[in-house]
C-alpha cells in the first residue's frame, strides 16, 4: 500500500428539490468564460447545463467533467421523481458522442474549473443560485499519490482526437484572447 495523504477537496453540490431551473448559473458561468469576461451570455460555453422537464417540473444541473476519446458502453436509464433520464443526459463527461460540454466554436471540450483563478472565493454558479441548489462544501479526504499526470493525458487524448494543428491553433487562439 502506498503513502496516504490528507487532500482538501472543493466541491459543487446539487439539491433538485431546491432548483427552479432559471438557469442563472448557465448564464454566469458562460458570462465568466467569455473573451473578453461578461463580454456575451452564449450558455453552450457554459461548463454547466440544467436539464429541464417542465412538465414534471424536473431541473438537473449537471457540470462539465473530463473529457474522454472514448464512447462509453452505458444504455442505462435513470427515474427521478417519475421521470427517466438516460445516461447520455446526465453525463458529465464531453466525448465523441455527443455535443455536450463542447466549444460551439472551436469543438474543444470544456470542464468545470470552480471560477479557479478568478477573484471569488465560492463558484461564480453557486454565488448566484438563489433557490440555493448548488452548494460549496470543502472537505479532507485520504488519497494516495497519483501515479499518472492528469495533465498529460488529457493532451494525449486532445492530441489523439483532435490533432496536432487544431490544438496548437486553439491554444493559440486562447493566447490572443
Do not use: W
Not at 438516460?86 to 474543444?108: H, I, M, N, Q, V
Amino acid at each position: 500500500m502506498g503513502n496516504i495523504m490528507g487532500k482538501r477537496i472543493k466541491e459543487i453540490r446539487f439539491d433538485m428539490d431546491k432548483c427552479n431551473g432559471c438557469r442563472s448559473c448557465e448564464i454566469v458561468c458562460s458570462q465568466i468564460h467569455a473573451n473578453p469576461k461578461y463580454a456575451s451570455v452564449n450558455p453552450a460555453k457554459a461548463r454547466i447545463r440544467v436539464i429541464i422537464d417542465e412538465f414534471k417540473d424536473t431541473y438537473i444541473a449537471v457540470r462539465a467533467g473530463r473529457y474522454t476519446d472514448a464512447e462509453c458502453n452505458a444504455r442505462n436509464a435513470y427515474t427521478i421523481e417519475g421521470k427517466e433520464f438516460g445516461t447520455c443526459e446526465l453525463c458529465p463527461a464531453s466525448c465523441p458522442s455527443r455535443d455536450a460540454f463542447k466549444d460551439p466554436e472551436s469543438g474543444l471540450p470544456l470542464k468545470c474549473d470552480g471560477c479557479e483563478g478568478e477573484d471569488t472565493d465560492v463558484p461564480f454558479c453557486v454565488r448566484e443560485c438563489h433557490s440555493g441548489a448548488l452548494t460549496y462544501v470543502e472537505k479532507e479526504v485520504e488519497v494516495e499519490p497519483k501515479k499518472s499526470d492528469e495533465l498529460l493525458d488529457s493532451v494525449s487524448a486532445l492530441l489523439k482526437r483532435y490533432g496536432l494543428e487544431k490544438v496548437i491553433e486553439s491554444i493559440a487562439k486562447l493566447s490572443r484572447d
